[in-house]
Structure formats: C-alpha cells, structure tokens
Nanobody, 123 residues
Framework: EVQLQASGGGLVQAGGSLRLSCAAS????????VAWYHQAPGKLREGVSC???????YYSDSVKGRFTISIDNDKKMVYLQMNQLKPEDTGVYYC?????????WGFGEYDYWGQGTLVTVSS
C-alpha cells in the first residue's frame, strides 16, 4: 500500500519556523520526484518545492530563500524546513510523489498524495 504521511504542521507566529516531515512507503522512492504543495484557504493547490528524480531542487518564487526541501533516501523521508514564515504561508501542506521525470509544478503529474498537514501563521 502506498502511503505519504505528512506531519509537523501547527500554529506559529509570523517570522517563526516549522519543519514538515513526510514519510513515504509502498513505492520505489528513488525513482520518484517528490514535492511539497501548499493550499491556502479558498485557493488552488500550488507547488512550493520539488526534488526531481535526478536530484534537482526547485522552489517557487514565493518561498525561495525561506524554505528548504531535504530528502533522506534511506529512511524514505521528505522534509520541508520553513523559516521566516508569513501569514500568507497559512494553509494545508501536502507531500506528493511522481514517477520518473515530472514537471515540478505539474499537479496532475504526481501519482501519490499525502493527507496534508495544516500550518497556521499568525500575524
């Protein structure tokens, strides 16, 4: 059974930090691109960071310089270190995995999605 279990969300003040974790199981982790997506209240889900199947790292302009994605291949874990958080970072964060070469921001290219973890940034 494929699973992507996201955790680490919570309530934080603007300027603070959080570290999200995503535990993957049930698929060939090394052959997949992995990504974090953000869905703000009332808005579409948008990609914020991706690690391609070849190891390339991508960030959206809105989080570049503040968020860092990291991978532990041995543990099949994906992390998102979020610093300098802003109220507009509020929302549900999802981890996703897509087989092979995917366009980092192609929502439909990801085969598996986690259940999401809620991040609330207060001003």
């Amino acid at each position: 059974e494929v699973q992507l279990q996201a955790s680490g969300g919570g309530l934080v003040q603007a300027g603070g930090s959080l570290r999200l974790s995503c535990a993957a199981s049930g698929f060939a982790f090394d052959d997949h691109a992995v990504a974090w997506y953000h869905q703000a209240p009332g808005k579409l889900r948008e990609g914020v960071s991706c690690r391609s199947n070849t190891g390339a790292i991508y960030y959206s302009d809105s989080v570049k310089g503040r968020f860092t994605i990291s991978i532990d291949n041995d543990k099949k874990m994906v992390y998102l270190q979020m610093n300098q958080l802003k109220p507009e970072d509020t929302g549900v964060y999802y981890c996703a995995a897509g087989y092979g070469s995917v366009w980092p921001w192609g929502f439909g290219e990801y085969d598996y999605w986690g259940q999401g973890t809620l991040v609330t940034v207060s001003s």
